[in-house]
């Protein structure tokens, strides 16, 4: 008989969205540290000289979800990150090729929701980096209407088993910073 566990809300606040989005190529990615008891990734070791890069999105466009898709025992876990970067200009559209680029070889992200937890998508403990985010969608559109918001719409996915585990480890901005901040807009 499988036992379940409840749900307790926690007390804090819940938002919704994420506040950080960091990216870094899955073969830059030589390390991670995931403690079972604790349920979640503490460390990520970069090899020599890379480093998480930092995207500022539009404001409360980014998001990261994971579904199931199947049935049990074969379960498939979908993991989506997606967000938009602010106005349809050639600046967006270099930044965006410059992620498509990225993401056919495969990417990792350290994501903080707005509530202040975060997670590391793109790495699981069962099969480490083979898992990796990849292009789902790319889109820039300069809308139609003048008050309309124009930008591109970045969607990467990826499958695996599990959902995300918490990461609990320092973040780029919290240690010491060496990535680099892509500001598009």
């Given at each position: 008989?499988?036992?379940?566990?409840?749900?307790?809300?926690?007390?804090?606040?819940?938002?919704?969205?994420?506040?950080?989005?960091?990216?870094?190529?899955?073969?830059?990615?030589?390390?991670?540290?995931?403690?079972?008891?604790?349920?979640?990734?503490?460390?990520?070791?970069?090899?020599?000289?890379?480093?998480?890069?930092?995207?500022?999105?539009?404001?409360?466009?980014?998001?990261?979800?994971?579904?199931?898709?199947?049935?049990?025992?074969?379960?498939?876990?979908?993991?989506?990150?997606?967000?938009?970067?602010?106005?349809?200009?050639?600046?967006a559209c270099a930044a965006l090729a410059s992620l498509l680029t990225a993401a056919?070889?495969?990417?990792?992200?350290?994501?903080?929701?707005?509530?202040?937890?975060?997670?590391?998508?793109?790495?699981?403990?069962?099969?480490?980096?083979?898992?990796?985010?990849?292009?789902?969608?790319?889109?820039?559109?300069?809308?139609?209407?003048?008050?309309?918001?124009?930008?591109?719409?970045?969607?990467?996915?990826?499958?695996?088993?599990?959902?995300?585990?918490?990461?609990?480890?320092?973040?780029?901005?919290?240690?010491?910073?060496?990535?680099?901040t892509v500001t598009i807009g």
């Amino acid at each position: 008989m499988a036992s379940i566990s409840g749900f307790t809300r926690p007390s804090e606040r819940c938002e919704g969205g994420l506040s950080d989005v960091w990216l870094a190529a899955s073969a830059d990615v030589s390390a991670c540290v995931y403690d079972r008891g604790a349920d979640a990734v503490t460390d990520v070791t970069l090899r020599g000289g890379a480093a998480f890069v930092r995207y500022e999105f539009a404001e409360d466009t980014a998001r990261y979800r994971q579904y199931i898709s199947g049935d049990y025992p074969k379960v498939c876990v979908v993991h989506e990150l997606s967000f938009s970067l602010a106005r349809a200009d050639a600046h967006a559209c270099a930044a965006l090729a410059s992620l498509l680029t990225a993401a056919a070889q495969g990417l990792v992200a350290l994501v903080r929701t707005a509530s202040g937890g975060a997670f590391l998508a793109g790495w699981s403990p069962e099969f480490g980096e083979e898992c990796p985010l990849r292009t789902a969608s790319a889109e820039v559109d300069t809308r139609a209407l003048y008050d309309e918001d124009s930008g591109a719409l970045l969607v990467l996915r990826s499958r695996d088993i599990s959902f995300s585990k918490p990461f609990t480890g320092t973040l780029p901005e919290d240690g010491h910073d060496d990535s680099v901040t892509v500001t598009i807009g």
